[in-house]
């Protein structure tokens, strides 16, 4: 989209002399603005209610107790388009053994319940975050299920998937039900794409999906897609040590990852969802 000097000028900033279109995912529009101030990082979604930058917003203040993430400078709507106005952060390079200890940091936050406030329906897959008193129900009944359910509905599932995943599902249900399951606050979306060092050095994340859960279901998506090395597991564990048996319910988290690709990208991930249903 094409934004006007008048659309412009109605943001909460001093004079936007250029607004450069930048990559923002495949949900928003993301734009970097030069102002006399120095730059900002501008996402506008046309034509939608000020509430679709909600959740982002709570998930960028509940980590920043934890750990850097862009400032929120405003968020409303001009003209009917929802817009989200963060700091703009330069980036350079850093430390993998100081990221994996600031998602340690962000995990030792905690809950009375696992959930979030605020659900994200925004996305191509929406996520119910209704407070739930036991992870294994939440995890099962609002993450997992649900996807299984819309992989069925698009013809993506067969009867030797529906067998393999009740097995798995009941797999979830044994090894959970003598663990205690901390709620941490969970990235919830924490793939290379998502963290970033400032030109500082300073491990920072971005584009949180938040929720307080099972920390080990934020860690599941660091071993999926790379850009997470040795340095930032030993980080990890030295701030944070992982119970017994970590690697052994990895699979079970991985699944959900891949299920959500499953329905986002069709077969080309079948069978990653085949083989991690197998492990299971």
Do not use: C
């Not at 963290?195 to 859960?213: H, K, Q, R, S, V």
């Amino acid at each position: 989209m094409q934004l006007s000097a008048n659309w412009l000028a109605q943001l909460p900033l001093p004079t936007v002399t250029a607004a450069t279109p930048v990559s923002g995912g495949d949900i928003n529009q993301a734009f970097r603005l030069t102002t006399a101030e120095g730059p900002y990082f501008l996402l506008v979604q046309p034509q939608t209610p000020a509430s679709f930058y909600t959740h982002e917003v709570a998930g960028l203040h509940a980590l920043s107790q934890a750990v850097n993430v862009p400032d929120v400078i405003g968020t409303g709507t001009i003209d009917g388009d929802a817009y989200l106005l963060l700091e703009f952060l330069e980036t350079g390079t850093g430390s993998q053994y100081e990221l994996g200890q600031a998602v340690a940091r962000v995990h030792q936050v905690t809950a009375p319940k696992f959930g979030f406030d605020q659900d994200n329906l925004v996305a191509k897959l929406p996520k119910h975050n209704q407070w739930q008193s036991d992870w294994t129900t939440f995890y099962l009944q609002q993450r997992l299920d649900p996807l299984v359910q819309r992989a069925q509905a698009h013809h993506l599932w067969n009867a030797h998937r529906e067998r393999e995943y009740q097995r798995v599902r009941q797999a979830i249900v044994n090894e959970n039900q003598d663990r205690k399951i901390v709620p941490a606050l969970l990235h919830g979306d924490l793939w290379a794409g998502n963290y970033l060092f400032t030109a500082e050095g300073t491990p920072t994340l971005i584009d949180p999906d938040t929720l307080y859960g099972d920390r080990e279901f934020d860690l599941a998506m660091t071993t999926i897609f790379g850009g997470f090395d040795g340095d930032f597991y030993k980080g990890y564990q030295d701030a944070y040590p992982l119970d017994a048996g970590y690697a052994d319910r990895l699979p079970h988290y991985q699944l959900y990852y891949l299920l959500a690709h499953l329905n986002l990208f069709g077969e080309t991930y079948g069978e990653a969802v085949d083989v991690t249903l197998s492990r299971g």
